[in-house]
């Protein structure tokens, strides 16, 4: 315990110690990586660094939160197939690799002095560094919604309070109720994640019997992950209950209105007692502000390393990414960090790297024992990180199979945890 909090620094005051303090540490010269954003991508390069480096390597994590919500199986979560806690997670585990925790928010990269400034005015010098925000929502692309209008319609997109709220309503709702879901457009965060957290609402709503409650998504992709399954587990479990439109169908989403609850399309206004509006995404502000993104809002890599493809001194990695083939997700976030922290070794420690390979399984609950995945292994080809095999469940498996899949899902979540965090 006390090993821990030597350290960690929490805060500006503690910050502003630690920056008197860095002149020593660089007089000892050991190359410097700082890690921007504590999620799966983040958190695991800053693990895999400073723990395979065996302390050749100063690495610095900062990320504001404390505690780390995860945005994957918070659809668990919603569907009471876990609880709030069990998705939450400290970063007192990374201590004993040696990681200096930073709980700031990094306010600039500047790529020619190789600082980053924190939101208290300290600067860290970095030889590698490493950008790994996650995305931002773009509010202003879907007309009548914004910040504030996701406190009443929200977007559960993020983790923490919007998630706490969108159970909330879904808890409180009465035998009829009409939900509407505006799903995103393409690229976002977790491609089957829309279509899981349908299938979630569906499973509460219809554990209480509220099998007149209705529940229709406005999609404006003319088809989304694992369509075909998605489908046929709905009308399985959930007769009636789920409609999904595409653009033909609905004619365009014109406007969501949260003063009356209403969501406005081509077709019709739907009045509904709960509104999940889902926006499409860019990476976050720091990777933008630094002008590592391109006009698609993402951050363009060489897939050999997740290094920028704008500076070779900067990595970004996850969501914020443009990974080719890869979805934005989790699994992908991870296991690109380990390519990338494989690579920063490589350059500043000079220890033997090897071809980049990454992988990706997302599986989605769909019922209590009904789990589907799709998943691939991908490695860097004509430029982009690019699919070489890839697999899907199948429509009308086996219940052992679909029940197997969950138990999979369930040790993954428990391993990839223990991996990012400990
Ligand atoms: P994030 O997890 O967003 O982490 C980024 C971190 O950076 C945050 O902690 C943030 O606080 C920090 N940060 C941002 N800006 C700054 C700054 N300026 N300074 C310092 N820190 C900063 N994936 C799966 O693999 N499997 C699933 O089943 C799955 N289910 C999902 C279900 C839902 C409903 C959603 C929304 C997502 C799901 N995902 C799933 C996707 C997964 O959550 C993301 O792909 C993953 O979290 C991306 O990791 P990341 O490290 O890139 O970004």
């Known amino acids: 315990m006390k ?5 960690f620094i929490g805060g500006a005051g ?4 630690a920056g008197t303090l860095a002149a020593p540490a660089i007089a000892q010269a050991k190359p410097r990586v700082v890690v921007i954003g504590g999620g799966p991508g983040g958190a695991t390069v800053a693990k895999y660094v400073a723990r395979d480096a065996g302390g050749a390597i100063h690495v610095t994590l900062i990320e504001p939160l404390k505690e780390f919500v995860t945005c994957f199986h918070s659809n668990l979560y919603l569907g009471d197939f876990r609880p709030y806690d069990s998705i939450t997670h400290g970063y007192s585990g990374l201590a004993k690799h ?22 208290s005015g300290a600067t860290l010098p970095f030889d590698r560094l490493v950008v790994a925000p996650g995305i931002d929502i ?9 910040e504030k209008a996701s406190e009443i319609m929200p977007h559960a997109w993020k983790p923490g309070p919007q998630t706490q709220l969108l159970k909330k309503q ?4 009465d035998d009829g109720a009409t939900i509407v879901m505006v799903a995103p457009p393409n690229p976002y965060r977790c491609p089957p994640g829309p279509y899981e957290r349908v299938s979630m609402m569906a499973h509460v709503l219809k554990k209480k019997g509220h099998t007149k409650s209705k529940i229709i998504i406005i999609d404006p992709k003319a088809n989304f992950s694992k369509q075909g399954l998605f489908s046929e587990g709905w009308e399985k479990h959930y007769p009636g209950m789920v409609e999904w439109q595409d653009p033909k169908m609905h004619g365009g989403l014109k406007e969501v209105d949260p003063s009356t609850m209403t969501v406005k399309t081509g077709l019709a206004d739907y009045k509904a007692q709960l509104v999940n509006v889902i926006p499409a995404q860019m990476a976050g502000k720091i990777a933008r502000d630094a002008g590592l993104a391109n006009e698609s809002g993402f951050c363009a890599i060489k897939p050999e390393s997740m290094q920028s493809a704008k500076d070779p001194n900067i990595y970004v990695l996850g969501d ?4 080719g083939d890869m979805p934005k997700s989790a699994f992908s976030a991870n296991s690109q960090a380990k390519v990338a922290a494989m690579m920063i070794r490589g350059e500043l420690a000079k220890s ?14 769909i019922e209590t024992d009904d789990t589907v995945k799709v998943g691939g292994r991908y490695e860097p080809k004509d430029g982009k990180i690019a699919a070489v095999e890839t697999f899907v469940s199948k429509t009308g498996e086996d219940a ?9 899902n369930m040790g993954w979540y428990q391993g990839i945890s223990a991996d990012i965090f400990s």
Do not use: M
């Open 3 to 7: 090993a821990n909090r030597r350290q």
């Open 14 to 17: 503690a910050l502003a110690a």
């Open 98 to 119: 040696g990681i200096t925790l930073v709980h700031e928010a990094a306010a600039l990269i500047n790529p020619n002095t190789k600082t980053v400034r924190l939101t």
């Open 138 to 146: 773009k509010f202003d692309s879907v007309p009548g919604y914004s």
């Open 170 to 173: 879904l808890d409180a709702l």
């Open 320 to 323: 914020a990414s443009i990974a």
């Open 352 to 365: 033997q790297t090897f071809p980049a390979r990454y992988s990706n399984t997302c599986w989605s609950l």
């Open 400 to 408: 052992e199979l679909r029940k197997q899949n969950q138990a999979e």
